[in-house]
């Protein structure tokens, strides 16, 4: 795993280094320490309780760095909430948009915090989405909740986009629309995705670079490609389910079971 | 137990609280009975987690899933309520009898207390097929129930009248609850607004202009999620307390405590009102802590604050038309009207017409300001997110409240322990002053240091907040030119009276839950 070093600071979308986090007698993060140059899919993977969503509320600057330092276009997301966040779409894994808005209006109070709000691509996206203006977000079914989600995050076109666990518990048509969401995000010059999921085949499909995290720390990071090759065996290619067990010794889905 | 250890340990066997009349007893028991009962109401009715102008039950959705039938999803909560608000009563009746020697009715107003309870939760769990209709159809039944209680007591109805004519109200109310909650458990929300309302939202593509800043959206999301709530608390309240307007009669006493306690009602809705404010979504587990959806707002805690002081004046401003909307119509239709009227000639004769103007408009200005207070003065405990920081909270709140009342009748019987207490005023206001600018300058250094204000917002702060203290100093040594007051206590008092530490702690909380 590279070291950060200033270079890396000014280029990465997200530099991490040496984070530990500790919540009681329980360690969630053991010294992790990652960048992720901008252009990228990141898929993180790792079973539930891995430390998958504790990494990425320091990134979004939900949890304060107990020790170590985490710099989001080489700021403190802690200290410079406005100017990372602005920059930021995030879908979260519980899905907590207020029940009591309607669709119209969260698209209307969404706008207002970013200068880059594309008034076509939301419109374009709640169409592909069939949600109704109307409609009151709680009313709205689990499936369309995530669309909801994803449409806020994906309408300001994010510098960097961070989905925590985004298709967990949800439809295979709701999973095809996140994974396109990703693969168009990407496709704009520049855009860097941090998907976290336990679902490999579903971050097989699209990341550049796979993070491998198992009880809090970092077991494996690398291009998703050259980590491929490198578990070749006997001239077969695996899949990234293979590679998780041979690192961590269990499937991620019974993994994330137990 | 409080009671019992006043009682026995604080003044001693020697000394002893004198009400031995009903008047004295009901400025005791008053504030911590009306602060438990509507307390009671806002919890068994889970009204401090719903939305009392949405169509839908205000019963937790997440509990429709439970095992149980809906006997006993309506049931247990109206058990549970009921109990409490018989054990308040009880509790209240106790401490009439002892040490106090009043004699007031056993049963019948704890049996009120239950009905109203118990309708409350049963007409708002209902759910409904207008908007606000819940707070309407809520406020007029009540005020039903409430007036035929009044007028029983008015015509010295026997306690056994009352009873039978209570009695039914729970059992009646059950019936309504199981309805309801069977109804939201189904999800059966009826629909009125009409077809074309839903087709003109979703054609439009935006009825309102765009934010004008991020700041506006976020003040406009703080009074949607709990601006409404003092208003409508407010609005649900008024009905019965102006009702008494009706069966007074002119005399003029009866109809002033009425008019103040309508006047006292949004202060004290908004320390109910308070607690809801700095919560972020109930429906979620951490219903205290701040919600990814709100944490990731990029703004700073500073203007999250600012928009939640926002939607608390425009809370405060909306509780109070009503108030001052609803009081020259009760009075003109209950032909009070007069009796003010001649009360407020009779104190022109006296101290001049623009005295007494000013003085009405300091009094209703100064009970404007407390609402407002009472709804921000807290917020640097509620915006910390950490759940037993909130309820010790609370806990203490309450057992200050019913510490309140007999610790200050106690001084009132006792004139040597008035003296020496007003011998020592100077130097408890002197004190107070000094704990208050210490914590004061400790929160500005953490301010300072985390950032987390501007240097710009800090030095303006201090400036406005030293404006205020030397306005109110001077209306104070205006007001209270006396020799009873020195210049240095209105001085003390005006810098105690100016909220500074409590309100500048405010994002140093949000930034401890943000952060965590």
Redesign the interface.
């Known amino acids: 795993m590279a070291l950060v070093g200033e270079l890396a600071v000014s280029e990465s979308a997200i530099a991490v280094s040496g984070l530990t986090r500790r919540f009681g007698t329980t360690t969630a993060l053991a010294s992790v320490s990652v960048s992720m140059p901008r252009g990228a899919v990141y898929g993180l993977v790792g079973a539930n309780g891995a430390g998958k969503t504790t990494l990425i509320k320091h990134i979004l600057g939900l949890l304060r760095a107990e020790r170590g330092s985490v710099r989001v276009f080489g700021l403190d997301p802690v200290v410079d909430p406005v100017a990372v966040l602005s920059r930021i779409g995030y879908l979260s894994e519980e899905n907590d948009l207020p029940g009591w808005m309607r669709v119209h209006e969260l698209l209307r109070y969404t706008r207002a915090f970013y200068a880059g709000w594309d008034e076509a691509y939301a419109e374009e996206l709640r169409q592909q989405f069939a949600l109704d203006r109307s409609a009151t977000i709680k009313n709205l079914s689990k499936g369309q909740k995530a669309r909801a989600g994803l449409l806020i995050a994906l309408a300001h076109r994010p510098e960097l986009l961070v989905l925590d666990e985004p298709s967990s518990g949800l439809d295979p048509i709701v999973r095809r629309d996140i994974l396109g969401a990703v693969i168009r995000t990407i496709a704009d010059e520049g855009r860097t995705v941090l998907f976290s999921s336990h679902l490999l085949d579903e971050v097989e499909q699209v990341a550049d670079h796979v993070i491998m995290i198992h009880q809090g720390t970092i077991v494996l990071s690398a291009p998703l490609n050259d980590l491929k090759e490198s578990h070749r065996v006997d001239g077969r290619i695996p899949s990234l389910e293979e590679i998780f067990v041979a690192h961590v010794g269990i499937p991620a889905a019974s993994a994330s079971e137990e | 137990m409080i009671l019992a250890t006043i009682k026995l340990l604080i003044p001693g066997p020697s000394l002893t609280f004198n009400m031995d009349s009903a008047e004295r007893f009901g400025v005791v028991v008053m504030g911590p009975l009306t602060a438990t009962f509507t307390y009671f109401l806002a919890v068994f009715s889970f009204g401090l987690s719903g ?1 009392l102008a ?1 169509r ?1 039950s205000m019963y937790p959705a997440r509990m429709f899933t439970l095992p149980v039938t809906t006997a006993a999803l309506a049931g247990w909560p109206m058990l549970y309520g009921s109990a409490a608000m018989v054990i308040l009563w009880l509790a209240t009746r106790l401490f009439a009898v002892w040490p106090s020697g009043v004699d007031v009715p056993l049963m019948w107003p704890a049996l009120l207390a239950a009905a109203l309870l118990a309708w409350t939760q049963a007409l708002t769990w209902m759910p409904y097929a207008l908007p606000g209709l819940r707070v309407i159809v809520t406020v007029l039944w009540l005020a039903v129930i409430d007036s035929v209680a009044l007028v029983a007591v008015q015509y010295k109805a026997p306690e056994p009248v009352m009873l039978a004519g209570l009695a039914p109200q729970v059992p009646l109310a059950f019936l309504v609850a199981r309805y309801a909650v069977g109804r939201a458990r189904r999800g059966d929300v009826p629909d009125w607004r009409g077809p074309f309302v ?1 087709r003109r ?2 054609d439009a593509p ?1 009825r ?1 202009d ?2 004008p ?2 700041g ?2 976020q003040a ?2 703080e009074w ?2 709990h601006g409404r709530s003092l208003p409508a608390w407010v609005g649900l309240l008024l009905p019965f307390e102006l009702s008494l307007l009706f069966i007074t009669g002119n005399t003029p006493a009866l109809v002033f405590v009425i008019l103040l306690g309508v006047l006292l009602t949004p202060p004290v809705m908004a320390t109910f009102a308070a607690a809801t404010v700095p919560r972020s ?1 109930p ?2 587990g951490d219903s205290y802590g701040l ?3 709100i ?7 500073a203007a999250l604050i600012a928009a939640t002081l926002k939607a608390t004046i425009w809370s405060t401003v909306a509780a109070w038309m009503l108030v001052l909307g609803a009081i020259p119509l009760a009075l003109r239709w209950s032909g009070t009207w007069s009796v003010v009227v001649e009360q407020m000639r009779q104190a022109a004769v006296h101290i001049g017409t623009p005295r007494v103007v000013v003085i009405v408009l300091l009094i209703v200005s100064g009970f404007i300001a407390a609402t407002w207070k009472q709804l921000v003065q807290s917020l640097y405990i509620g915006l910390t997110g950490r759940a037993w920081l909130i309820k010790g909270s609370v806990f203490l709140t309450l057992t200050f409240l019913f510490l309140l009342g007999p610790i200050v009748q106690f001084i009132i019987d006792h004139r040597d322990v008035q003296g020496a207490l007003w011998d020592a005023l100077p130097s408890i206001l002197a004190l107070l002053v000094c704990v208050k600018m210490s914590a004061a300058a400790w929160i500005a250094a953490r301010l300072y240091r985390s ?1 987390l204000l501007s240097d710009r917002t800090l030095i303006s702060g201090a400036a406005c907040w030293c404006v205020a203290v030397l306005a109110l100093y001077g209306l104070l040594a205006w007001f209270l030119s006396t020799p009873f007051f020195p210049r240095y206590v209105l001085a003390l008092v005006a810098i105690l009276a100016i909220p500074l530490a409590r309100l500048s702690a405010a994002p140093l909380a949000l930034a401890w839950n ?3």
Not at chain 2, 295 to 301: H, I, K, Q
Request: aromatic share 12%.
């Open positions: 939305d949405a839908q839903r939202v979703a935006d309102r765009r934010f800043s991020p506006r959206a406009w999301f949607r999620r979504n429906a979620v919600t990814p959806f944490a990731t707002r990029p703004l700073t805690s950032r943000r952060h965590r």
